[in-house]
């Protein structure tokens, strides 16, 4: 069971993000100035170009794609900005004219991005997410549960924390943190700023939402006072990005503990990330070169954080986007219907599963990937302690190189990805929809993925004891890898089989409507009602290679199932 820690800041007035949120005003004001700065002195384009491309993408992007939550002078604004430029470039004072607009832009944007923090809003978000995850992971009315579902107590003990907690915590007393977390739900941050706040004893950290999120009120009001910032992913423009890494790299830099999802978006595959996007990593290196330039003596710590579901609410529309992506012209959208029958099955779902999460925490580590102990020391494979600030000298001075500082964020990326495999949390539900889908795939070699996909799923079948079989196999193997530490294993999957097994599909896609994976005792066998949920999760564990390293055994007869079990 894990156990729930005390918190390492007990008063939230006293937390990080709370004294950003009291100094907001000079935040922004000292934030225009870096970000002024960086983009009249770096910019390899003149500052005419920069202005003109910016007003040009926010021109169209106000008559192409707008949105309920932007600025009501949204195209007012624009419009002035294009006629300030038009005048500007025929004045004698050209520059200064350019400079001032620059501000102005820069300005609103930061207005827009920089987010605030309330205690008294997180007092009651704490209440109220409380509630909320209780009736997502608590069975309304479980055995020996005195009430509905279930207290406090028994909603934390279905958010297991496993790896290096103690040492994560330990961290916050000695610098800046950084969680970089996998990403598979629209709610994976307020899943994981609720876990680390009740379980785990952290500080809230601050946070990039999608700004599409604001569109609705009263989760725009919440959002708005919990820490985090928005993230408009229609503006491509230049100075609209300059102003996002920057705020990302200057709250670090003031001390704002933070969560990145490095990987960018949600996985629309269900497999873990394998490629990282560059740019938030990135802000942290420039943070780390900022504090060693001003002579601070604090330092950024990277903790990658692995998220592991049953279930995720949105595997059905992720799966399809993610198919559309790589199928293209192979790919025909199937539409379900929906009824008032598929409604009542839900809400009985609602009413009688529960789930569980598991939050894996990876060793900690500096922003060039060195290892940290619990005192902050970065160390090198050989356990030497590693001195960061030799790292961004040019010539003997500390100064910045874009060119080194992109080799540190790819080196940086490799280790976090290398920890999210190693740190990923094998659950039964993975581990039985992995090997389901694999002899699908392995007995259908005639048909490609899309094929298969297609099939009815009343033709699919395996086997109960082939099934079986094969889920030894890999349980046996994956508690190899575990002891070798290439990954982590639940402790379910040191269970017997059987229960293994039905523990598996019990939790697997929990509130599907469909059964994702299913066994019929009458004709022992396993069956799926839905076959691209099935493999949503079965590509949880996408990436190890098993499909070469596991002996795939085949069963002997494929059978069909004439009529699909109602659960």
């Known amino acids: 069971m894990t156990p729930i820690y005390p918190h390492i800041i007990p008063k939230v007035e006293d937390w990080p993000i709370n004294r950003f949120a009291r100094e907001r005003k000079e935040f922004v004001d000292q934030l225009n100035n870096f970000v002024f700065d960086r983009i009249t002195k770096g910019a390899s384009q003149g500052l005419e170009d920069i202005l003109a491309k910016t007003i040009y993408l926010e021109s169209q992007r106000i008559k192409t794609n707008p949105w309920k939550v932007d600025p009501t002078d949204d195209a007012e604004f624009w419009r002035t900005m294009a006629n300030n430029l038009t005048q500007a470039l025929k004045s004698n004072d050209k520059e200064e004219q350019l400079k001032d607009m620059l501000r102005r832009i820069v300005h609103r944007y930061n207005e827009e991005i920089v987010g605030n923090f309330n205690p008294s809003t997180f007092r009651f978000a704490r209440k109220f997410l409380t509630a909320f995850f209780k009736r997502i992971f608590n069975r309304f009315k479980a055995p020996g549960q005195r009430w509905f579902w279930g207290t406090k107590k028994d909603l934390l003990n279905k958010i297991k924390l496993r790896g290096y907690v103690d040492e994560t915590r330990a961290l916050f007393k000695k610098g800046t943190v950084v969680i970089v977390p996998t990403h598979f739900s629209n709610l994976d941050s307020i899943t994981i700023g609720y876990a680390l706040d009740m379980v785990a004893g952290m500080p809230a950290l601050s946070y990039g939402a999608g700004l599409n999120l604001f569109e609705v009120e009263i989760v725009a009001y919440f959002i708005n006072r919990l820490g985090a910032y928005k993230v408009d992913r229609r503006k491509k423009n230049p100075v609209y990005l300059e102003c996002l890494t920057s705020m990302a790299s200057y709250a670090l830099y003031t001390g704002v503990p933070n969560i990145f999802f490095p990987g960018g978006t949600r996985s629309r595959s269900g497999a873990m990330e394998n490629k990282l996007k560059y740019g938030l990593l990135g802000s942290a290196i420039e943070a780390q070169r900022l504090l060693l330039e001003n002579g601070k003596s604090g330092k950024i710590y990277i903790v990658p954080l692995v998220i592991g579901y049953n279930f995720v609410l949105e595997a059905k529309s992720l799966i399809e986007q993610h198919l559309q992506s790589v199928g293209k012209e192979k790919y025909q959208r199937s539409r379900e219907p929906k009824n008032i029958g598929s409604k009542w099955n839900y ?18 580590m500096d922003v060039l990937g060195n290892r940290v102990d619990t005192e902050g020391n970065s160390l090198d494979k050989n356990c030497h302690e590693v001195n960061l600030r030799e790292y961004f000298l040019l010539e003997g001075e500390l100064a910045e190189n874009a060119q080194r500082e992109s080799v540190y964020t790819r080196i940086l990326a490799d280790r976090v990805l290398d920890s999210y495999f190693r ?18 795939l392995n007995h259908r070699k005639d048909l490609g993925i899309f094929a298969i996909l297609r ?24 508690k190899t890898m575990e002891a070798e530490g290439r990954l982590r294993l639940s402790d379910e999957i040191f269970k017997p089989i059987d229960e293994l097994i039905e523990h598996g599909i019990e939790m697997l896609g929990s509130y599907h409507i469909e059964k994702v994976l299913g066994h019929d005792r009458e004709k022992q066998c396993m069956y799926s009602q839905h076959l691209k949920l099935l493999h949503f999760y079965a590509n949880r564990l996408e990436g190890y290679d098993f499909e070469t390293l596991v002996t795939w055994t085949p069963f002997e007869k494929f059978r069909y199932v004439d009529k699909l079990k109602e659960d």
């Open 347 to 364: 809400i009985k779902l609602f009413f009688s599963k529960e789930s569980e999460m598991v939050l894996s925490f990876g060793e900690p």
């Open 423 to 440: 740190n990923n949390v094998v659950l039964s539900s993975h581990l039985v929809a992995y090997v389901a889908f694999r002899m699908l």
């Open 455 to 478: 099939l009815n799923p009343t033709e699919f079948s395996i086997p109960y004891a082939d099934f079986a079989a094969q889920v030894k196999a890999m349980a046996e193997f994956i």
